[in-house]
C-alpha cells in the first residue's frame, strides 16, 4: 500500500477526537461535522473527501474552533442561489464570516480551477469575509480583502491563510517547521499535480508534448534543487509570497535556474522559456509537494504517465516497452557493486530499472520499517544510484530527459554524458564527469538497446574512424558497402545521431554497438544484454559478425521476441536480445559451449501496445477502521510474472476505478527462472 496522504490522516485524527463521525455504507455513507450542526454530507462525492481534510486542518493546525466553522452556509444576494462550502466565522453566533472557502475535487482542469476562484470571490463579496481561497488536493489558492477592493485578484494573493485570526504569513512553507514544511504525497496526489502542470505548460496546444516536458523538467530542477538547499528554519524560495506578483514568482524561479545550469551546464540548456502567468500556476501546483521525500515508485509511476506523451511520434522509435528493460534486467541481476552502462541510453529505462532493481534489493536486506536498518537501506541503492550508474546518448533532447529521469528518481544524473557512443574514447571522456572509470574494461554490465538498420555512406573521415572497430576484418563488401544488404530489411530507420554517423561511416550501427559493448566490458567476467536485429543472427552476410562474437563473448542466451515487439513504437523490426560475457584475453571458445534458447510469444503487451498477460490470481481486502479496500493481482507472460497493486479511486467521479499503486516482478520466474536454472548446469536448452 501507498502511504497515506497528509489529508487522509488528518481526517482520522478528527474522527478520533470525535470532530467527524462516519455512517452507513459504500455509496449510502456519509460523514458529519459534528460541531457544524452535525451537518451530514455524502462521502463518496470527492470534493466531500477534499472539504474534510481542508476543515480537519482548519482545526488542527489552522487553530480555528471547529464550533465557528460553517459548512453549506447559505450564500445571500447570489444568483441563482449558492453555497459556500466552507465559511470560518470569527464570533460564536456566528454573524462575522472571516474565510470563505471552495473545495473542490483533486485533478481538476486549470479552467475548473480559474472558475471555482471566481466563485470563492463572489461568495467572499456577498458574505462580506475579508479572506477568500480554493482547495483542491494540495492546489491551494487564498486572496486577501483586508486592504483591496471586491475586484482585485492579483496583488492580494496570499500565501496562506492566516492562524487563528492573525495575520497571514509571509511564506507558506518553513524547512523543517511542524505544519510548516513540505510534506511527502500519495501516488494519486502527485500524478493529478502532474497532470495539471501538464496542461498549465501545454496552454492548449500552443506547446507540443516534448516542449511542455522540457519546460516541466527545467521547473522541476529548480523545485528538487530547492528543497535541498534551502537551510533548516528557513523558506523555501520555490513559492509564492504574499502579495507577489506572477512576474516576480518568475524572476526567483528563473534566477535559481540560472544559478543551478551555471553549477550543471550540461543538464540544461536555454533559458526557462514560460510566462510569468503560466509559472505561478505551475508553482501553484507543486509548491507543497516534497519530491524528496515522496517515495521512487510514487514518483517514477507519475513522471511515467507525463513521458507517455513525450515517446508519442517522432521518439516513440527510441522507446523501449518496460517489460522488455524489466525482463533484460532480471536476467542480469545487477548487484549495488556493479558498474553499469548504457551507450545508447534513450530517456534513461535500463538504468532506472537497474536502479529499481538495486532498491528493491535493499527493501529485502534492510526493511525500511526497521529504523535501524533505514540508513544502510539508504545507502545500499543511493550511493548505487549516485556513483555506479552511466549512460551515454547523442540526442541533445533525450539526453536531458535521461537527466531529469534520474533527477526525479533520486539523482544519478552526473553520470549521464552527451555524446556519440561510437567516437573514440578519448572524445567521450572529455565530455564526462567520471573520466576515470568512463572508460574500456570499467564496466559489469551492459544494457542496451542501440539503434538498428542506419545505412549510411563513406565519407573522407570515415576510414581513420573505422579503425577503432576490430569487427570490419570479419566483415564482407556487402556488408560495408553502400547498398543495404538483407540484415535491413523491414528495420526503420535510426534518425538518432544519423548524421554524425552518415558523415563518417558506413557500417550499420548496431554492428559497431557490438564492439563498443565489448570494449566497455569488463575482462572476463563482465556480462550483457543487448536487443539486436535477427539479422545479425541468421544472415548468411553477417556470418563475420557472428564468428567476432563466438570469439570475444560467451553467448550464454538468446531469446527470440515477436515481430511486434517493437511495432507499437513505430519500429516493425523482428529481434532478439543476447545475453552475452565477455571472454579473457587468454580464453579461447569451446565447441560445446551451451546457449539458453528460447522464444517469447506473450511478452505482455500485443501489437497496438495493449496488455495481453494472464491473470493468474486476484485478492482484493477490506480495511474496515479506514474503508480502504486494495487489490493484489498476479499477472503472466512467457518472460516473467508480475505482481501488480491498487486501491480504489474516485478522484474522478465519472469514471471510479482501481488505481495501480505497485508493480514489481516476482523474482525467478518465467523466461527468467529457467535461465537461471540453466546456469547453475548449463546444457543446450531450448523454451
Not at 515508485?297 to 521518439?315: H, I, L
Not at 503472466?636 to 469514471?655: I, Q, T
Request: charge should be negative; charged fraction near 30%.
Amino acid at each position: 500500500m501507498t502511504p497515506e496522504s497528509e489529508g487522509e490522516q488528518l481526517i482520522k485524527k478528527a474522527e478520533a477526537e470525535g470532530y467527524l463521525r462516519f455512517a452507513g455504507e459504500g455509496k449510502n455513507q456519509r460523514v458529519y461535522y459534528i460541531h457544524s450542526g452535525n451537518r451530514s454530507e455524502k462521502w463518496s462525492d470527492p470534493e466531500e473527501k477534499v472539504r474534510a481534510a481542508f476543515y480537519a486542518e482548519l482545526v488542527f493546525n489552522y487553530e480555528y474552533a471547529a464550533q465557528r466553522i460553517g459548512i453549506e452556509i447559505i450564500v445571500p444576494r447570489r444568483t441563482p442561489s449558492d453555497r459556500a462550502d466552507i465559511v470560518v466565522y470569527e464570533d460564536d453566533e456566528l454573524t462575522k464570516p472571516f474565510i470563505v472557502i471552495e473545495c473542490k475535487r483533486d485533478g481538476i482542469s486549470q479552467a475548473e480551477f480559474n472558475q471555482a476562484i471566481e466563485q470563492s470571490r463572489g461568495n467572499r463579496a456577498s458574505l462580506g469575509a475579508p479572506f477568500a481561497g480554493v482547495v483542491s488536493g494540495i492546489t491551494r489558492h487564498f486572496l486577501d480583502y483586508t486592504n483591496y477592493g471586491a475586484e482585485e485578484k492579483e496583488k492580494n494573493i496570499i500565501s496562506d491563510l492566516p492562524i487563528r485570526y492573525g495575520k497571514p504569513p509571509e511564506f507558506r512553507f518553513v524547512k523543517g517547521e511542524r505544519n510548516k514544511d513540505l510534506k511527502r504525497v500519495s501516488r494519486d496526489e502527485l500524478r493529478s499535480a502532474i497532470r495539471r502542470c501538464h496542461q498549465t505548460l501545454w496552454e492548449g496546444g500552443k506547446r507540443s508534448p516534448i516542449a511542455a516536458f522540457g519546460e516541466f523538467s527545467k521547473i522541476i530542477f529548480v523545485k528538487i534543487r530547492d528543497e535541498i538547499n534551502t537551510d533548516e528554519h528557513k523558506p523555501y524560495s520555490f513559492q509564492r509570497k504574499t502579495s507577489e506578483t506572477p512576474e516576480m514568482l518568475a524572476d526567483r524561479v528563473y534566477s535559481l535556474y540560472n544559478i543551478e545550469k551555471r553549477d550543471e551546464p550540461e543538464v540544461f540548456k536555454g533559458s526557462i522559456e514560460v510566462q510569468p502567468r503560466v509559472m505561478a500556476q505551475v508553482v501553484e501546483h507543486i509548491a507543497a509537494i516534497n519530491f524528496n521525500k515522496t517515495e521512487l515508485d510514487t514518483k517514477g509511476v507519475a513522471f511515467e504517465e507525463f513521458m507517455g506523451g513525450f515517446f508519442k511520434g517522432d521518439f516513440g522509435q527510441y522507446f523501449t516497452p518496460r517489460e522488455i528493460i524489466a525482463f533484460c534486467v532480471q536476467m542480469l541481476q545487477p548487484s549495488n557493486k556493479d558498474l553499469v552502462i548504457d551507450p545508447a541510453c534513450g530517456s534513461g529505462g535500463f538504468l532506472l530499472y537497474a536502479l529499481d532493481y538495486v532498491r528493491d534489493t535493499a527493501d529485502r536486506k534492510f526493511p525500511r520499517h526497521k529504523t535501524d536498518q533505514q540508513l544502510e537501506h539508504f545507502r545500499h541503492w543511493h550511493n548505487f544510484a549516485e556513483k555506479n550508474l552511466f549512460g551515454i546518448e547523442i540526442n541533445e533532447e533525450l539526453m536531458r530527459v535521461a537527466k531529469m529521469n534520474m533527477i526525479v528518481h533520486d539523482d544519478g544524473h552526473a553520470n549521464i554524458t552527451g555524446h556519440d557512443a561510437l567516437d573514440f574514447i578519448g572524445e567521450i571522456k572529455k565530455d564526462s564527469k567520471d573520466k576515470e572509470r568512463m572508460d574500456y574494461g570499467k564496466f559489469d554490465l551492459v544494457l542496451t538497446n542501440p539503434p538498428f538498420g542506419s545505412v549510411v555512406k563513406a565519407s573522407e573521415n570515415a576510414e581513420n574512424f573505422l579503425k577503432q572497430f576490430e569487427l570490419l576484418k570479419y566483415l564482407n563488401k556487402s556488408t560495408t558497402g553502400t547498398t543495404p544488404d538483407e540484415s535491413a530489411s523491414g528495420e526503420f530507420s535510426a534518425t538518432r545521431g544519423a548524421k554524425a554517423v552518415k558523415q563518417r561511416a558506413s557500417v550499420k550501427t548496431e554492428i559497431l554497438f557490438l564492439e563498443r559493448v565489448f570494449h566497455f566490458l569488463r575482462e572476463g567476467t563482465g556480462r550483457a544484454s543487448v536487443v539486436v536485429p535477427d539479422g545479425i543472427l541468421t544472415n548468411a552476410s553477417l556470418q563475420g559478425v557472428r564468428d567476432w562474437l563466438m570469439k570475444r563473448f560467451e553467448i550464454q542466451a538468446v531469446v527470440s521476441l515477436p515481430q511486434f515487439a517493437f511495432q507499437h513504437y513505430d519500429a516493425g523490426v523482428k529481434a532478439s536480445v543476447i545475453f552475452l560475457r565477455k571472454r579473457a584475453t587468454d580464453e579461447t571458445p569451446s565447441d560445446d559451449e551451451a546457449i539458453f534458447m528460447a522464444q517469447a510469444a506473450n511478452i505482455g503487451y500485443g501489437t497496438t501496445g495493449s496488455p495481453t498477460f494472464d491473470k493468474i490470481s486476484e485478492q482484493i481486502i477490506k480495511d474496515d477502521k479506514s474503508n480502504n479496500v486494495s487489490k493484489t493481482v498476479i499477472l503472466r507472460c512467457d518472460l516473467f510474472d508480475y505482481r501488480v497493486e491498487f486501491e480504489w479511486s474516485e478522484a474522478d467521479p465519472k469514471r471510479p476505478d482501481w488505481s495501480e499503486t505497485h508493480r514489481e516482478v516476482i523474482p525467478d520466474t518465467g523466461i527468467v527462472a529457467q535461465f537461471h536454472q540453466f546456469l547453475k548446469n548449463p546444457e543446450p536448452f531450448f523454451v
